[in-house]
């Protein structure tokens, strides 16, 4: 995405051919009400190599945020899943992030911060994502409520979300408990920013606890999104695609039973 959108180089000018469906797509979203997440998925990358300038990557999204600083609904999540990075480097990156969108002019939105490892709630502590991050300042807010840290977790073996079982019927709110006390401990606000299981008896019921869990910890967590939907996703096994996605008939009551 971010290649898209400023295809020469970070500090470069946009491709208002690209973008202008984009700013179409969130205009649509956001005029019903609903919140639109800007939320590159790049891995800390930019063609295919790891960003190593936060001045650089700081400036991509000063432009990129200059063009929504009026739209409140609008949310910035600074990148999808940095791994195999160095912790200093994720911070930076995500510092920068948080300082040039509010140089921009977007100064009341939200924003997403993701850590290393591909964000994962369970290994929060273990990657070292939580010691990194959890001194990050939004200039604008010194409170850091406008901050919210995303966290991704998937139920199977590995947690890479790419198989239908889990592990059990009580994984889900096991592998976050680590990142809940985390948040606890350091006054910080999560979002589950994704989740997602096969459509299974334990699956179900480790979603539902997983979901639950957050529910007990509103405090702490603030949001949950489950991946993934869309008709380009065609049958995969997760897929909330209205009304053909494989999880789409098990799992909206699901979530729907929590709001």
């Known amino acids: 995405m971010m290649e898209r959108i400023i ?45 190593t300038s936060s001045a650089d ?5 000063k432009t990129v945020a200059a063009r929504f600083k009026d739209n409140d609904k609008v949310i910035f999540d600074t990148n999808n899943e940095y791994h195999d990075m160095d912790n200093t480097l994720v911070h930076d990156l ?23 490892s591909y964000s994962g709630a369970w290994h929060w502590i273990e990657s070292g994502s939580g010691d990194a991050l959890k001194n990050l300042t939004d200039p604008s807010d010194s409170t850091g409520k406008l901050l919210f840290y995303e966290m991704h977790q998937y139920l199977d073996t590995d947690g890479s979300g790419t198989n239908e079982a889990c592990v059990s ?21 999560g979002v589950l920013g994704e989740i997602g299981a ?46 053909t996605g494989k ?11 929590f709001i």
Request: glycine share 10%.
């Open 57 to 61: 990557f700081g400036a991509w999204w």
């Open 247 to 257: 999880a789409y008939g098990t799992y909206l009551p699901i979530l729907k039973s």
């Open 169 to 189: 019927s009580t994984i889900g709110a096991e592998r976050l408990a680590v990142a809940t006390k985390w948040l606890k401990d350091n006054n910080k606000q």
């Open 94 to 116: 995500n510092q920068a992030a948080i300082t040039n969108i509010r140089a921009a002019g977007a100064t009341k939105q939200n924003i997403f911060i993701e850590g290393n």
């Open 198 to 243: 096969g459509v299974n008896t334990q699956c179900e019921t480790a979603v539902k606890g997983a979901i639950q869990h957050l529910a007990d910890n509103s405090e702490q967590w603030r949001g949950v999104l489950w991946w993934a939907a869309g008709p380009w996703w065609a049958d995969y096994m997760y897929s909330m695609e209205p009304t």
């Open 7 to 51: 295809p020469d180089k970070l500090t470069g000018t946009i491709n208002e051919t690209y973008f202008s469906g984009l700013e179409d797509l969130v205009k649509d979203v956001t005029s019903k009400g609903s919140y639109a997440v800007i939320d590159p998925h790049n891995y800390g990358r930019y063609y295919g190599n790891i960003i």
